[in-house]
């Protein structure tokens, strides 16, 4: 009994894991929709495992560690295969001479997301000062954002979404802002200490907007909801 308690966050994270490389499957596939949803439902689980490691006590530089691998996984390389394929598809193969690559240099900077995402996670299991917020963009946000990409092309017609320079920008931004200096709140509510602090009010803005939204624009509300909570983080550190 004491090994499954021990070990049940860690199964959630492994869940996470397995969700991630469904999710790569997928994309070679051609299956973006779907390598999407995988992408969610890790980030989800990637929630829990912290969650139950605290409730179950049970928390273990182990368990840090194996959700670092997971979440490199799931919100560093699966959406960057997702973002590769879909430039991929709109840009033209690399010929030289005889040889020739069935993809184009440019597609190639989708993977600057797992790059910029190892050295993220690697700087966050090294730092005690991000055990209250993030220096940084967390790396399932840009997964996030990326992920809704696909999800926005099965309900409306935005071309804005399918342009090659948003997908080449989205990569580099978001690279940069994963191993930026720049400090953002963590969404966590802590109801053991519970109090309307300017925090909460900002993590209770975001939550009541971001229902909002979706409720009124679907998936196509996630990229401005990731960019309300940078912005929102940005004017926390202002008033500080």
């Given at each position: ?10 199964f ?5 894991l397995f ?7 997928c ?9 999407s ?5 890790g ?7 912290g ?37 991929r ?29 190892a050295i ?11 055990k209250?917020g993030?220096?940084g963009l ?7 954002f ?27 931004i ?7 200096t720049i400090?953002?709140?963590?969404l966590?509510?802590n ?9 909460n009010?900002?993590r209770?803005?975001i ?6 939204l979706?409720l009124?624009f679907?998936?196509?509300s ?14 926390n550190?202002?008033?500080?």
């Amino acid at each position: 009994m004491n090994t499954l308690k021990r070990n049940f966050p860690n199964f959630i994270t492994l869940s996470n894991l397995f969700c991630g490389i469904i999710s790569i499957i997928c994309s070679f596939e051609n299956h973006l929709a779907w390598a999407s949803i995988f992408i969610f439902i890790g980030i989800f689980l990637d929630f829990f495992d912290g969650f139950f490691a605290r409730i179950l006590k049970v928390e273990n530089k182990f368990g840090v560690e194996l959700d670092s691998m997971a979440d490199l996984i799931t919100s560093g390389l699966a959406p960057s295969i997702i973002l590769f394929q879909i430039i991929r598809t709109q840009t033209v193969a690399l010929e030289y001479g005889l040889f020739t690559l069935p993809f184009s240099l440019i597609s190639l900077l989708a993977f600057t997301i797992p790059i910029s995402s190892a050295i993220r996670l690697a700087k966050f299991n090294l730092d005690e000062n991000q055990k209250e917020g993030f220096i940084g963009l967390p790396t399932p946000m840009t997964a996030v954002f990326i992920a809704s990409i696909p999800l926005i092309y099965l309900e409306d017609h935005y071309e804005f979404y399918r342009s090659t320079e948003f997908l080449f920008l989205t990569a580099i931004i978001f690279s940069l802002l994963q191993i930026s200096t720049i400090k953002l709140f963590s969404l966590k509510f802590n109801f053991k200490y519970f109090t309307l602090d300017k925090l909460n009010i900002f993590r209770i803005l975001i939550l009541f907007i971001s229902i909002i939204l979706f409720l009124l624009f679907n998936f196509s509300s996630i990229p401005f909801i990731v960019i309300l909570y940078i912005i929102l983080s940005l004017i926390n550190n202002f008033l500080k």
